[in-house]
């Protein structure tokens, strides 16, 4: 399996954390974890079906996954390839028009999330021959989209990095008070550029933050429940357990299928030191 993160261009690193690619030869069981941030993915090669507990569901060649606060699991039966863009949560309303808490646990297709013109984005990017030139078209097209914004709401957007990058906690009444605006008015506006309420929010980072732990065996599970602020053991295992259906303690030994791209990223990550 390989897994790979990509830089986006500088003109669009407001709105994109990075471009991801997952591509494996085999067949694959994959589980997506409650996130904070929102994704945009083109199958180039195999599909893939989200299992309900009812049955299968064939997922579309590309659609665009909001903030979640759940966790979903799919199978490929084949081998195959998928290009992502990761985007920072406040890129829907900005770059879509769109209120970010609208696609808040939702995965619409790009067609019926975009209409023709993300049929016509789809098939660009899956027929094209290899990743170089699907950075290129997708860079293009949110080129573009980052040109028509009239309005940037600079210091949510700065207050929401600030979260999910250095696991700040908001003191709600104060932040609104500094943004001019009453608790209800700042929760409004917070839910429509990051899909959930601050509460809600900053819980479903604090769980990634910790769930990228993986592979950094020297701390136990006490050490990093209590350096991401959960209070006990157990709260951090109702919590993780929501959030990713998985109990820390089989997450963290890596015996669990469904998440092979984090050994695959590891591994990258140690070769590039080497």
């Not at 309900?52 to 979903?72: E, F, N």
């Not at 209800?184 to 732990?213: C, H, T, V, W």
């Not at 299928?257 to 984090?262: A, D, H, L």
Request: overall charge negative.
């Amino acid at each position: 399996m390989k897994y790979l993160t990509l830089p986006p261009p500088v003109s669009l690193a407001e709105y994109v954390r990075f471009f991801w690619i997952l591509e494996s030869g085999q067949s694959y069981e994959h589980r997506s974890l409650a996130d904070g941030s929102v994704e945009m993915i083109f199958h180039y090669q195999g599909s893939f079906d989200e299992i309900k507990s009812d049955s299968p569901r064939a997922c579309p060649p590309s659609a665009i996954q909001g903030t979640s606060s759940d966790y979903q699991v799919y199978t490929c039966q084949s081998a195959f390839g998928i290009f992502g863009i990761y985007f920072y949560p406040y890129a829907v309303p900005a770059l879509f028009d769109i209120p970010a808490n609208e696609l808040s646990n939702e995965m619409p297709d790009l067609h019926a999330f975009l209409g023709v013109e993300g049929k016509d984005l789809e098939d660009q990017m899956i027929t094209s021959q290899n990743n170089a030139d699907r950075i290129s078209i997708i860079s293009a097209f949110l080129e573009r989209r980052v040109k028509q914004i009239e309005k940037r709401d600079a210091g949510m957007h700065h207050l929401i990095c600030s979260i999910i990058h250095n696991g700040c906690k908001t003191n709600i009444e104060l932040t609104a008070k500094e943004f001019s605006l009453s608790r209800r008015q700042f929760e409004r506006r917070f839910k429509m550029l990051a899909g959930f309420s601050p509460k809600m929010y900053e819980r479903i980072i604090r769980f990634q933050n910790a769930a990228d732990e993986y592979n950094k065996q020297q701390k136990s599970l006490t050490q990093i429940a209590l350096e991401f602020g959960y209070y006990d053991h157990s709260h951090f295992t109702n919590e993780f357990k929501k959030f990713s259906g998985y109990n820390p303690k089989g997450y963290f030994s890596g015996n669990e299928v469904g998440y092979e791209w984090r050994n695959a990223d590891a591994e990258m990550s140690q070769n590039s030191k080497n």
